[in-house]
């Protein structure tokens, strides 16, 4: 008879491991391709993020520049309006015509006021005879500013004027003032018995394609 059944033993499994065959190990990489690929797209980001923060920084800086812009316009704007509506007739008459440099013709306007922090003459005693008008930056270029320039009211002489600088590189200045009896707008005034109802400033401006433009009331209306 035949013995009963015995687990039989399988002496390969149990064979050291060296003599076993070992299995290949598949091994994944990136292909050339593949590199080539990822780079392109990793160019194409940064160039894009670049563009983005480069125009970022651009806007930021023109709408710095556009607001720095405006208010020197909103300052001179509260310094006029200062000076014309404290304007006494006769005594602080204030007339205005044009006048010509460098064979244009420019507007001017002139006022006398006491000195004060608006005219940069905080300390100094007396009245002085102020023109609002431009001046060319230098003799170098073409360039114009807009300023005050002032000298005391009782002297003539040329040295004791001083040029306030309030905005540079302007293109024009126009200068209207409204005449109450004509109902129009005339371009000069010189009536020291009575101010203008009405001063119109139109600046033109070359850092924007509209001229900057304000009206004064300068005579108290009868409403």
Known sequence: MEP??????????IAPASARKRAPIPRHGFTLLEIILAVAILATMTLAIYRFVQANVAAMRVSAETSAGDLRYSGLARLLSAQWQGVIPGAGSLTGEPF????RSRDEIRWTASGGQGLLTRYAAGDYTVWLRLQPQSKKNDQLDLGLLRKPAKDSLVEHESWIPLITDVASLEIR?????????????SDLGRPPRLVKVVIGRNDA???WEMIVPVARTPF
Request: aromatic letters at 24%; a positive charge; proline letters at 10%.
């Open 177 to 189: 003032y409204f005449d109450p009896r004509l109902n129009v707008w005339i371009d000069k005034w």
């Open 4 to 13: 009963p059944n015995r687990a039989r033993f399988n002496f390969m499994s």
């Open 209 to 211: 394609a509209v001229p």
């Open 100 to 103: 010509k440099f460098s064979g």
